[in-house]
């Protein structure tokens, strides 16, 4: 609780805050016992006079000091803020709990009354319950404590139903405890904080409605006064004095942040504190070391053909974690060529996604991309970003992202989101812009494309969101498509539709794809190639072919293995790989599978394997790469895994 | 928050089932249900307040030496010498036709008191709003882009605390401020009245500073979360220029959070008129109603009380419309 209460002072607003409430409050104390004579003092020779070094801040159209009465006026200002907000408190809170102790039926009508109340600002009910009350401090207290009520009323409401639920309240009244003992027994105490924090922001509010209610003339009236009311007095003759309307301002407006950001300060400080995590880029450029620190052993350098879409040299990835800069992605290699598939596979946090991202350039603001060669069609991505450029990357390259719920704007509706490709890029009207949105609608299967077009996303299913989604991919004439987990939030029986759609696409328009996904299966379903990527670096890459029979680094064979067949025992639980993925903020020296790797010896956990053309692969696959010393070497029989067995001897 | 009514939904009418399954059609019905039960707590309150006021209303206006026969013409003036029943039923019938009785201290219509006052109050409003509005988005989406994804932590902490104070002081205070340095002290502007355009600029800006700040603090941090949302990197996978994202993409998505703040503000903002209305000697509702209440000139006093609430509840109604119209989820949402 003080370590807390610590963080409150701690922010500079937190302990300004506190050093006015402090002081505020000492001066109310106070202020009445020190000046209250001297307040109250005549000085006939000084009647509405200008600051000067008698009367600091001049003198009102009695000759009194205008100083010392704002000074004293702030016990009566506070003492009646506070009692405003303890009416509001205490009559919120009966209303706000009352639902809970009345039951369902009587309740429902007491918080209607209380959503109706709180829809109406509180000025209006103030003025309201001062008709009511009538005109002078009394009137005004209630106005203002009761015009606070429905306020407080619908937080208490929000505070009592989250205590309501939990189990110790639903034991409580299964014995058969009274709700009213309940409610003070194990509501009350457990909401209480909350409450004590706002009231202290609403004794802040209160003081300035108190003010603005006697500056009106409606609330304290003379010979009393407070400092709404010396404000009052003071506007008359702001020309003649200004200090005299000024003082009182300011001395409500500090009293009144006081309160305000006193409470808005400990709520903060007393809830979950702020910090940690993956942040921005900002931090970035401040802890990355340099370049490439080592690079996968590419296929062989210069061997360019122009049939390559994209091309990818020791791609790294940079972002900056609690503890300086991690790199999820370290030093990948890999090119795409026209109408290849290539599947992306491992774990999550292996960094797959993170190189979809970089490549494309999407990684923005998320992390630092380096690499020392990124083309996409022969256009370097690594250069500043163009209009060009955005124009032909947004017509030959597209996207698919993991989740069709999320990725489309809520409040656009289909048609017109793909519809804008076609106007920013490709100069088209927007009516030919929308038929051509429709036609390919209607290329990715949605039924009734015209119609749909016309809807939002939310009145799309999730399968025909991700076709959408491809079909936006399609409004140009893409090269290549990316598609990031594209069915993994997909119902499964939707979800061979949109892979056999990737590949028909494929097919008909010799457009390349990256397929990135952790599911072995499917990568080795639709695509020609698989990169198998594990902590940040491609560890083997291998015609999807040969997954089956011919992997040859130990994670690949474990992935392969993972995935329930023919020959699994159904009533075995499915083979996992032991152990944790690496944490990129930490990664080992050696080989980075070492710690799950049954293979593992001394020299695997001092060396790092490169990704180097397998010696062993066969004649005909010339393009199976690998990173392990290991490779292809048969792995230990596991007593508890059987489908470890059918692995070791199938080679 | 607009309110929230839970009366059980009518039931389906199985002659017309297409219709109430249209999501707008439901919407539309549930959100009338709503303020029609708003509008008659309103009118009932304000009704009721005279009937609240402890002892008695009337004897209290004119004074204790005011004669008996008098106090009793006066009783009946107002309509408050039948039974409760009958005395509210009048009054709604006074309502629906039009007629809200006779002011005590000018023996004027209250209508007329209020036709003549309400347009400055509309107009003060309204400006003040526009400029609000006019002020928050620009400074949201602009801190917004800048702090994003925790980047420029020091302007997010300079704008926030800046916006915290700013929005903590009330209008009328803001409102003495701006009289002191542009009245005052430099002179260029007037200190009171409706008589020139300049005279609009101080009060519209008093009421429109407060509104401003939160409304801005509101868009920067929705901005800040919509531009992490999936759609913004579909967004930029269209390879849509960064304006096109931020305003044609990001910018709609913030402002229907905004919006429902926006609309509480805006309500604020008629009742805060009272202050600054006071501060200006603007000639509207709110000079009126203070003197009003001060004379204990009820009749006056009700109807202006009506005509805020009304203008409070057109304000919500207005805003959720807006809200279902930019955000098509939003129909849906409340079922
Ligand atoms: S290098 Fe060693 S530890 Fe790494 S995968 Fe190969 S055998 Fe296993």
């Keep these: 609780m003080q370590g807390r209460w610590r963080r409150v002072v701690r922010t500079p607003l937190g302990l300004t805050a506190t050093v006015l409430v402090v002081a505020v409050v000492a001066l109310a104390v106070l202020g009445p016992v020190l000046w209250g004579s001297g307040a109250g003092a005549v000085d006939t020779d000084a009647i509405l006079a200008r600051p000067s070094a008698r009367h600091w801040a001049g003198t009102d159209n009695l000759g009194r000091d205008i100083l010392l009465r704002v000074l004293v006026a702030s016990r009566l200002s506070i003492l009646l803020a506070l009692l405003a907000t303890v009416i509001a408190v205490v009559a919120g809170s009966l209303l706000g709990s009352a639902p809970f102790v009345l039951g369902r039926r009587t309740g429902r009508w007491v918080s209607a009354g209380v959503n109706i109340a709180v829809a109406f600002p509180g000025l209006l009910l103030a003025l309201f319950f001062a008709v009511v009350f009538g005109v002078g401090a009394t009137g005004a207290v209630l106005a203002i404590g009761l015009a606070g009520a429905p306020a407080f009323a619908r937080l208490t409401q929000t505070l009592v139903a989250g205590v309501a639920a939990r189990d110790y309240v639903a034991a409580a009244r299964a014995v ?40 009106l003339g409606l609330g304290v009236q003379s010979p009393s006064y407070d400092w709404g009311r010396l404000l009052y007095d003071g506007i008359g003759m702001i020309y003649v004095n200004a200090p005299a309307a000024l003082a009182p301002g300011a001395a409500v407006l500090l009293a009144g942040l006081a309160f305000n950001l006193f409470g808005e300060s400990v709520a903060k400080g007393l809830g979950v504190p702020v910090g940690g995590g993956l942040r921005g880029v900002g931090s970035a450029r401040a802890g990355a070391a340099s370049g490439p620190e080592r690079t996968d052993q590419g296929e062989e350098a210069g061997d360019r053909s122009p049939e390559v879409v994209l091309d990818v040299r020791d791609l790294e990835v940079t972002v900056s974690g609690p503890s300086g800069p991690v790199r999820p992605v370290r030093g990948v290699s890999f090119d795409v060529r026209r109408g290849e598939a290539i599947g992306i596979v491992g774990e999550s946090g292996s960094g797959k996604s993170m190189t979809a991202l970089a490549v494309t350039r999407l990684l923005a603001d998320h992390g630092r991309v380096d690499a020392s060669r990124l083309e996409f069609l022969g256009d370097d991505l690594l250069a500043p970003d163009t209009a060009v450029r955005r124009r032909t990357l947004g017509t030959t390259l597209a996207m698919v992202f993991q989740d069709p719920m999320t990725a489309f704007n809520p409040t656009r509706r289909i048609g017109a989101q793909l519809a804008e490709v076609a106007t920013r890029h490709q100069g088209r009207s927007r009516k030919e812009a929308m038929a051509r949105a ?11 494309a015209d119609r749909r077009a016309r809807q939002y996303p939310h009145e799309f299913s999730g399968g025909m969101r991700q076709r959408a989604m491809i079909g936006m991919g399609l409004m140009g004439a893409p090269a290549l498509i990316v598609a990031d987990e594209p069915t993994t939030a997909l119902d499964v029986t939707v979800q061979q539709q949109v892979l056999d759609l990737l590949a028909a696409i494929r097919e008909a328009d010799d457009v390349a794809l990256i397929l990135i996904s952790h599911d072995v299966t499917v990568v080795g379903e639709v695509c020609d190639r698989i990169l198998v990527m594990y902590a940040g670096r491609i560890v083997e890459d291998l015609p999807a072919a040969e997954l089956a029979t011919a992997a040859r680094h130990p994670y690949t064979r474990a992935l392969v293995d993972a995935v329930p067949d023919m020959n699994t025992d159904p009533t075995e639980p499915l083979a996992t790989i032991p152990g944790r993925p690496v944490d990129p903020a930490d990664v080992p020296p050696g080989c980075a599978y070492a710690d799950r790797c049954p293979l593992a010896d001394a020299r695997c956990e001092a060396e790092d394997p ?28 596991r007593p508890d895994d059987r489908s470890i067995d059918d692995l070791v001897e199938s080679p | 928050m607009p309110a929230t ?27 009338l249900r709503r303020l029609l ?11 009721a307040m005279i009937h609240l006021i402890p002892g008695d209303p009337v004897r209290g206006a004119l004074g204790p030496t005011a004669p008996a026969d008098l106090v009793a013409a006066r009783r009946h003036a107002l309509g408050l010498d039948g039974p409760i029943l009958v005395q509210y039923l009048h009054y709604l019938k006074g309502l629906v036709t039009g007629d809200l009785g006779t002011s005590l201290a000018s023996q004027l219509p209250v209508s007329d008191v209020v036709a003549q006052r309400l347009p400055a109050t509309l107009i003060l409003a309204g400006l003040a709003f526009l400029t609000a509005v006019v002020l928050a988005i620009p400074l949201g989406v602009v801190t917004g882009v800048l702090t994003r994804r925790g980047r420029g932590r020091r302007t997010e902490l300079a704008f926030t605390t800046t916006s915290i104070i700013v929005a903590t002081i009330p209008d009328f205070l803001i409102g ?72 044609g993409h990001a910018l709609p998505n913030a402002v229907t959070a905004a919006l429902t703040v926006g609309g509480l503000l805006l309500g604020a903002l008629v009742a805060g008129t009272v202050l600054v209305e006071n501060v200006f000697a603007w000639p509207g509702l709110g000079s009126t109603i203070v003197r009003s209440i001060i004379t204990k000139d009820y009749p006056v006093v009700q109807a202006i009380v009506l005509v805020y609430g009304v203008g409070v509840l057109i304000v919500n109604l207005v805003v959720d419309v807006a809200i279902a119209l930019l955000d098509p989820r939003s129909k849906i949402r409340e079922d």
Aim: glycine fraction near 6%; proline fraction near 10%.
């Design chain 2, 176 to 247: 003495v401020a701006l009289v002191y340095v542009f009245a005052i002290q430099l002179g260029w502007l007037p200190v009171a009245g409706d008589a020139t355009a300049s005279a609009y600029v101080l009060p519209v800006f008093s009421l429109a500073i407060g509104p401003a700040a939160i409304l801005a603090r509101i868009v920067r941090v929705e901005m800040v979360g919509v531009l992490e949302a999936d759609f913004i990197r579909t967004a930029r996978a269209k390879r849509l220029p960064a304006r096109a994202i931020y305003v």
């Design chain 2, 5 to 31: 009514l839970t009366v059980p939904s009518p039931p389906v009418d199985p002659a017309r089932p297409r219709l109430w399954a249209l999501p707008s059609v439901r919407f539309g019905v549930r959100r």
């Design chain 1, 176 to 215: 058969g405890i009274g709700r009213f003992r309940i409610l003070l027994r194990h509501v009350l105490p457990n909401i209480a904080e909350p409450l004590v924090v706002n009231a202290t922001i609403g004794a802040g509010t209160a003081l300035l409605s108190f003010a603005g209610l006697s500056f």
């Design chain 2, 37 to 47: 039960v708003s509008l008659w707590v309103l009118v009932t309150a304000s009704f």
């Design chain 1, 610 to 637: 490169l990704l180097a053309a397998d010696p062993a692969a066969p004649a005909d696959s010339p393009r199976h790469r690998v990173a392990c010393w290991q490779a292809g070497e048969p792995l230990p029989v």
């Design chain 1, 438 to 448: 429709v036609d390919r609608l209607t290329a990715v299967r949605i039924p009734d």
